[in-house]
């Protein structure tokens, strides 16, 4: 006997349209492949608000390394937490701006905390955090 569930959703026609084109530029294969990975997403971001749970995922920066001392900022601060921290790869983007991705992996409370702080760093133009979930049940 298989897993698969089937159940009706009942949609506005104007939003079904647009979520058939929405899937369509995607290159998604059927609506519910599409709604899977909502769904999938939708728990991660829940998981996400439990801090207590391990997640893994990646820091993203954006700043200017001719910011005094940020450079040695951001290297202590990723020393401060290195018990989540896998790797970092630095990329010049060009003369002022350079990239940042730290690829983390940790309880959800200690990689908010590491976020925050490279963010919150004088000189950081820009930062984001993703992150997945390390659960197993979201197949």
């Known amino acids: 006997m298989s897993s698969l569930i089937r159940f009706g959703v009942s949609l506005d026609n104007e939003l079904l349209k647009k979520f058939d084109i929405h899937l369509s530029k995607k290159g998604y294969a059927s609506r519910s492949e599409a709604f899977r990975d ?6 991660v971001k829940n998981e996400w608000l439990d801090e207590d749970k391990e997640t893994a995922g990646a820091i993203i920066l954006i700043y200017d390394h001719h910011q005094s001392q ?11 937490h290195q018990s ?16 940042e991705i730290i690829a983390i992996r940790g309880i959800g409370k ?27 049940d979201l197949h």
């Open 38 to 43: 909502l769904i999938r997403e939708d728990l």
């Open 84 to 99: 989540v921290i896998v790797s970092t790869q630095h990329i010049h983007l060009d003369h002022h701006n350079c990239l």
């Open 110 to 136: 200690e990689i908010k905390e590491l976020a925050d702080h490279l963010r919150s760093l004088k000189g950081v133009k820009h930062g984001t955090l993703s992150l997945s979930t390390m659960g197993k």
């Open 70 to 80: 940020l450079l040695g900022r951001i290297t202590q601060v990723q020393h401060d």
